[in-house]
């Protein structure tokens, strides 16, 4: 690696983490910059692996660090649409499990239930509890199709322990055949 090539990674993991130091409690801002530091690999002139980094210096476990980057991917999923937006991460958990075109109708709909308009953690649950086996009666009665493959990758790879030493080249492996078969 060049030596500018270490420079804007170091600048990068610089701006990266002054935002988690700024606001550990602004879970989407946390969750986005987390996301920049795994996928670039920004972490790696210190740490062996991304749930190292997170757990040395940030005393924060790899699943921890993982529910912040699915939340925040949850909130660039959900978009601007509905007329109010999750403010914890919490709130975001029970979409993380759905296909990104889902998580958006799972939001509406506990939106909509919700007496304030504003759900709590437990209505996102139940809207996506009504929301999943209506989907998945759908599933049932179609042939199988590229989104259901997705969704069945995506659930199998979220078994991977954060801890588990394959954890990185499992997703290497995953992120080469990507390339391949785009």
Known sequence: ????AKGKEATALAACEEVIERGLDSF???GNALLQI???RLYRSDYDNFEVYCQERWDMSGR???QLIDSAKVIQNIGTEPRFSPTSERQTRPLATLP???QRE???QAVDSSATGK???KEVEAAVEVIVPRKQERINHKPA???QYSAQAVAALSKIQPNDTQREEAFAEVTRWLKQNR
């Open 38 to 40: 795994r996928d670039q």
């Open 119 to 121: 759900p709590t953690a």
């Open 64 to 66: 921890r660090a993982h």
């Open 100 to 102: 990104a075109p889902v």
């Open 106 to 108: 799972a939001w509406q």
């Open 28 to 30: 989407i801002e946390v």
């Open 1 to 4: 690696m060049t030596t500018l």
């Open 145 to 147: 199709n590229g989104l």
